[in-house]
């Protein structure tokens, strides 16, 4: 009689027992007798399909699993029915959620200069680029809600919009100011800007001044923390991370009055000290350049963002909003 996947106890007996020998374990008593009959093979069959499922049973218990596939609906932003889980230390419902919401990355949105290089160019949107995407989000019925909505949204379940989106300019360029806000503000849609903030103490005629922010965090805009100045985060003492981290967070809560709660990683580098520094200093939600959509509640300081380079031209900006070359 043969069992689970065509193979009968005293074959798999038999694998064992060489596998036995030659970890050097000597002859491996048999554990049945196939004399024994029928009845004992059956138990040993069960025992067999028993073990499978226990296995499939702790596979199902893993902590990421209850909102896969059955993800929190962004139309109402219901939390998923899963147990609550154990989300150490957050701030939270206790309830694991993923949600898709696109986390648009932007740099610079301006025409590069003449002599650009490859990098610079790939990082520039072209400001009417820049425009027809907007235009495309109004048209195509994304709704722009901003990363303290989709935190809340992880962590509480509160509601998001349907197809809704998120805008993210890194760096906090000059023509944040002069080229981003203005279309913004034609299509009422808010964004978050993460700035480097010596570079805004040093009035860098290349960024934001402390008095632009200013003036877009009073229409609605959020300025967050990008670090002091922009260095490799990985590998370094607390006494640095603080400085990069809580020194920017200072600034910008001096200029403008409110504390940011977000953040962004230098070059997309972070490690477990610098994670653990955020949540120290009351980082709610950071975002990486790790491409993708999927957001959820136990990664809230690792949200994936989709990068918006100065190649993306509508056909793959409207594919991208869709992850559908994924
Ligand atoms: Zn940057």
Redesign the pocket.
């Known amino acids: 009689m043969t069992f689970l996947f065509g193979i009968s106890p005293p074959e798999s007996y038999n694998t064992l027992s060489k596998a036995w020998k030659t970890l050097g374990f000597g002859r491996m008593r048999h554990p049945i007798s196939v004399r024994r009959g029928y009845w004992e093979q059956i138990g040993w069959g069960l025992g067999w399909v028993a073990a499978l499922l226990a296995g499939l049973l702790i596979i199902g218990l893993r902590p990421v699993s209850p909102v896969l596939g059955e993800a929190a609906g962004v139309d109402d932003g219901d939390a998923a029915s899963g147990p609550a889980l154990s989300l150490a230390g957050a701030d939270n419902d206790g309830t694991l959620r993923e949600i898709d919401v696109p986390i648009l990355m932007y740099?610079y949105v301006s025409d590069p200069p003449d002599d650009a290089d490859i990098y610079r160019l790939d990082l520039s949107v072209a400001p009417h680029r820049f425009r027809e995407q907007m235009q495309y989000l109004a048209e195509h019925g994304y709704q722009v809600v901003s990363l303290y909505d989709v935190d809340r949204a992880l962590r509480w379940g509160a509601a998001l919009p349907p197809r809704p989106v998120v805008l993210t300019f890194?760096?906090g360029y000059r023509d944040a100011f002069t080229e981003v806000f203005p279309v913004l503000e034609e299509f009422g849609y808010t964004a978050t800007f993460?700035v480097?903030t010596a570079l805004l103490d040093q009035g860098h005629p290349d960024y934001l001044t402390w008095a632009m922010a200013g003036q877009m965090a009073q229409a609605g805009m959020s300025i967050e923390s990008?670090t002091k100045e922009?260095p490799n985060l990985t590998a370094r003492d607390g006494d640095f991370l603080y400085y990069q981290i809580q020194g920017s967070l200072e600034s910008i809560e001096a200029h403008l009055g409110t504390r940011p709660r977000l953040f962004?990683f230098?070059?997309g580098r972070w490690d477990e000290a610098v994670l653990a520094m955020l949540r120290t200093l009351g980082v709610s939600a950071a975002v990486t350049t790790e491409g993708g959509m999927a957001q959820t509640t136990d990664a809230s300081l690792l949200m994936r963002r989709v990068r918006i380079s100065g190649s993306t031209d509508l056909a793959t900006f409207g594919a991208l909003l869709r992850w559908d070359w994924e």
């Open positions: 740099h890194d760096d993460f480097i990008h922009h962004c230098p070059g």
